[in-house]
């Protein structure tokens, strides 16, 4: 709708230009043209590019694993305070230390050590063929898992939190097992061979699943330490000092994400387990499905599981008093090289069915969508999930180093081009050694986006995030009408009407985008007074 209406202002002026006789006088850019400008100017600078897209305020990061944002330097030194140890030929972390490793502390004094465990546990120096990266990167995991441990959550959370409010984010959403594979291996053995996989055996076998002691157990533990991990964080942030860390002005919001590596019996318990604890833990709003695409158990239960999903939001949605549970999913990161020969036509269904059987309301990745073929194919899926306002988390690094997709090759220009809310994200930003500046660089660079495209990338982040609430905005993804409560309120003014105010305070949502349409005005008027 705002691309049509500019396109007839622009039409019309250049109409009015050729008419030589009456001149009009030149219509004044607006703000947000001259920031424009002024980001056009800087393409030639890569430095300049990279201060302004850094200072650009960038709303929310909304694909962001625990496990693989938490920067390499942290974990290492983590490690060593930790006690934990390294075996120098496979650098997989120990902790009681296994026989033969070295404590990582040896790091402290040994360089080419340090430097082996960064290169071993990131993609740092890793410009090996693709998909030996591709293994390297899943690898990495595994690697340091021993460091990551529970007694870590909240260095963890204080470290992706305070670099996310450093990049001028308000809001992050992480995702984690939280303890879900308890949920997976009890729902194993309810299960039998000759159980068929329908909605009425599913949700039988949720009911028996969630009646179990050692279930309940668990959420109420993890419930707990959510609770701690939250709190610990902000503690390290020194959120209530006069020093408070950046990270302490950053929301942050929770996806249960079941692991796809398992069968379908435990991935479905996962979820179940995902559901429950949501219940349970306030800043839990959604669920997600992770681990490699094309793992061999994540493909011969694909369908399966989108089914096992759909009926548990369809359950979750109906049943009266259950908070609402989101749906987001890794969907479409998958290229042929990846997959066996048997397995070819993965690439030509999975965003479709995470969409129309598993309710998703955002796709992580998205990367194959031009090789869709189900339904009426790739150009249908692409109308349809823009008439749904279905948004793909875009992971431009990620997708260069794990899929050696980018410039051309990689679908964005597709999705903006049907409308598709597309919003950047980080994915595994310390195992990729970036950031989400960096990923708005590649968008500027490698995608050729300009600054309005950017800023309205932003303004998705936060339309589409699952934080609770309505939106700021009248109309989804049109960042041109305010809701009435705010409609004579300006975000860069202090104080607020009694309205406004009441209606931010309703809905977390809309106060995260008021805040960065807040942080828009002043990054504008500081660039074009
Ligand atoms: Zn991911």
């Excluded at 006690?83 to 033969?100: D, L, Q």
């Excluded at 990367?367 to 988390?393: F, H, I, K, N, P």
């Excluded at 930003?429 to 300009?450: H, K, M, N, P």
């Excluded at 998705?460 to 905005?473: I, M, P, V």
Aim: aromatic fraction near 6%.
């Amino acid at each position: 709708m705002i691309k049509f209406s500019s396109f007839a202002i622009v039409a019309a002026l250049g109409l009015s230009a050729c008419n030589e006789e009456d001149p009009i006088p030149p219509v004044e850019k607006t703000r947000e043209e001259r920031v424009n400008e002024h980001m056009e100017s800087l393409r030639s600078d890569s430095t300049a590019l990279g201060t302004f897209l850094f200072s650009m305020p960038k709303g929310g990061d909304l694909h962001s694993h625990t496990s693989g944002a938490i920067t390499t330097e942290k974990l290492i030194a983590w490690g060593a305070e930790d006690g934990a140890c390294v075996n120098t030929t496979t650098y997989v972390a120990s902790n009681p230390c296994a026989v033969g490793a070295v404590p990582l502390s040896t790091t402290e004094s040994d360089r080419a050590l340090y430097d082996a465990v960064m290169s071993a546990w990131s993609m740092e120096d890793h410009p090996g063929p693709l998909l030996t990266a591709h293994q390297h990167f899943f690898d990495a995991f595994g690697k340091y898992g021993a460091v990551q441990l529970d007694s870590r959550n909240d260095d963890s959370y204080a470290d992706i939190l305070s670099r996310a409010g450093k990049h001028h984010q308000v809001y992050v959403e992480l995702m984690q097992g939280f303890g879900a594979g308890r949920g997976g291996s009890l729902a194993t053995p309810l299960f039998t061979s000759t159980d068929t996989w329908d909605k009425a055996t599913l949700l039988a076998k949720r009911q028996q699943l969630i009646a179990l002691p050692d279930f309940q157990n668990a959420l109420t533990a993890q419930a707990t330490s959510i609770a701690n991990t939250l709190k610990g964080a902000r503690t390290l942030l020194g959120c209530d000092t006069a020093q408070k860390d950046p990270g302490c002005d950053v929301d942050v919001r929770l996806l249960v994400s079941a692991n796809r590596t398992a069968d379908r019996t435990n991935v479905f318990g996962q979820w179940v387990y995902a559901y429950e604890l949501a219940q349970k833990v306030p800043e839990i709003v959604g669920v997600n499905l992770v681990s490699p695409e094309e793992n061999a158990n994540s493909l011969a239960f694909y369908q399966d599981e989108m089914f096992a999903l759909g009926t548990l939001d369809d359950f979750n949605d109906q049943e009266v008093g259950r908070k609402l549970v989101h749906v987001s999913l890794h969907a479409g990161e998958l290229i042929p090289s990846v997959l066996g020969a048997q397995d070819q036509q993965h690439m030509n269904f999975h965003i479709r069915e995470a969409v129309e059987k598993a309710h998703a309301e955002r796709i992580g990745h998205g990367a194959d969508v031009l090789s869709e073929t189900a339904g009426d194919g790739a150009e249908d899926l692409l109308r349809d999930m823009s008439a749904a306002g279905v948004m793909v988390e875009i992971c431009l690094t990620s997708n260069r180093v794990l899929l050696g997709m980018s410039g051309d090759a990689h679908p964005l220009a597709a999705y903006l081009k049907n409308n598709v809310p597309v919003a950047l994200a980080t994915d595994d930003s310390g195992i990729l050694r970036g950031d989400i500046t960096q990923e708005y660089v590649a968008a500027a660079t490698a995608q050729g986006l300009d600054y309005k495209t950017l800023k309205k990338m932003a303004r998705a982040s936060l339309e589409h995030a699952f934080a609770e609430g309505d939106s700021l905005w009248v109309r989804r993804d049109d960042f041109t009408t305010a809701a009435t409560a705010c409609a004579s309120d300006k975000p860069e003014e202090a104080t607020l009407s009694a309205s406004c105010e009441g209606f931010l305070a309703a809905n977390k949502r809309a106060s995260l985008q008021w805040k960065l349409e807040a942080q828009l005005a002043v990054f504008e008027r500081s660039i074009a007074p």
